[in-house]
């Protein structure tokens, strides 16, 4: 595939953001880029219903990670209180003393 070089001008915030979307992501400043121009130009084109077919589309592919990351912050959570229950216990607090906090 043959490329070419795009320049632009931004604010230095701006990049810094870019940059950091870009890292957190697993990719480029320029995949990002021109990730994010081809959706603007095919966007463009596109009727009010077919944004909200997009729309629908993305939420449908990000959900599961989403319900897999709150199953396992709650999993987390629920280790780390078990955990926090044991310890009080161990240090001679009964179940009245330290549930308070729960």
């Known amino acids: 595939m043959q490329t070419e070089r795009v320049t632009f001008l931004t604010t230095p915030d701006h990049k810094a953001a870019l940059d950091a979307f870009a890292a957190s992501n697993g990719m480029s400043v320029g995949h ?3 990730e994010a121009t ?3 130009v095919v966007e463009g084109d596109m009727t ?3 944004r909200f077919k ?3 589309h993305e939420l449908d592919e990000a959900l599961p990670a989403m ?3 709150l199953d396992a912050a709650i999993e987390g959570q629920q280790r780390l209180r078990a955990d926090i ?3 009080l216990r161990e240090a ?3 179940d009245a003393e330290h ?3 729960a």
């Open 99 to 101: 549930t308070a906090w």
């Open 54 to 56: 997009l729309l629908i």
């Open 48 to 50: 009010e219903d077919d």
């Open 67 to 69: 319900h897999a990351a």
């Open 85 to 87: 229950d044991a310890r």
């Open 32 to 34: 990002v880029v021109r």
């Open 38 to 40: 081809s959706r603007y």
């Open 92 to 94: 001679g607090l009964s």
